[in-house]
């Protein structure tokens, strides 16, 4: 069983340059996520999506898109890379609904924009 | 909003009892969690905690008092592979499993 497969590992962009991270779960999940960790700071939830056709904005959706075509795949789109990008970049899912459901992470992209 | 403090490092020896503390405030509570990050890994599940008490899972401990706005992880028998950071983590509504992560404790253990 796969679980949440992100990638790239490592990307190191220039600034105005554009790229999609990719995320795919092979758990059926509904709940699909992108999180960003910086230095010092927690997880920040950048957008999420709990099915097929819906998402939604996290606490810093800025400079980034998400869609949700199919169950299994969430790509995350930096349109114009800024510095202030640079960041540790998590994918994650799980089941909906319950309280309880824990969040299964990918490996994570360390991301550099120069 | 959400508000998590926990201590920034934290270290202890090979084989002792660690407490690791999280007060929190939040404006919605749907259960606390504990996750394990290795350096340069994801983050990895270790307790949910909804109601006031204690939950066992092996060498690991989560308690949680809902009226304090108090949560401890403690970890028995430490190995030196426990030495990672330990994230509090709020669920703060309903509905969508979104999470609110504190900054974590980063733990050595030493020989």
């Known amino acids: 069983n796969a679980g949440v497969t992100q990638t790239p590992k490592f990307q190191v962009l220039k600034t105005g340059q554009s790229m999609t991270l990719q995320c795919a779960q092979d758990m059926n999940h509904e709940y699909m996520s992108w999180y960003r960790q910086d230095p010092g700071m927690g997880l920040r939830l950048i957008h999420y999506s709990v099915g097929a056709g819906i998402t939604d904005q996290g606490e810093v959706p800025n400079g980034y898109n998400v869609s949700r075509s199919t169950t299994e795949d969430f790509p995350l789109r930096l349109l114009s890379a800024a510095p202030s990008q640079t960041s540790v970049y998590f994918c994650a899912s799980s089941y909906a609904g319950a309280t309880n459901e824990k969040l299964f992470f990918g490996s994570g992209t360390q991301l550099s924009v120069l | 909003g959400q508000n998590i403090d926990q201590p920034t490092e934290m270290t202890a020896t090979e084989g002792a009892i660690v407490q690791i503390n999280c007060t929190y405030q939040?404006?919605?509570?749907?259960?606390l969690f504990w996750y394990q990050q290795h350096a340069g890994e994801a983050p990895t599940f270790l307790s949910y905690?909804?109601?006031?008490g204690l939950e066992e899972k092996g060498r690991f401990s989560s308690f949680l008092s809902r009226s304090k706005g108090y949560s401890y992880l403690l970890l028995k028998e430490l190995q030196m592979k426990d030495s990672a950071s330990y994230l509090c983590v709020l669920r703060p509504q309903t509905g969508a499993n979104n999470l609110f992560f504190g900054t974590g404790t980063r733990l050595t253990v030493i020989p």
């Open positions: 939040t404006s919605g509570f749907n259960g």
């Open positions: 905690n909804v109601l006031d």
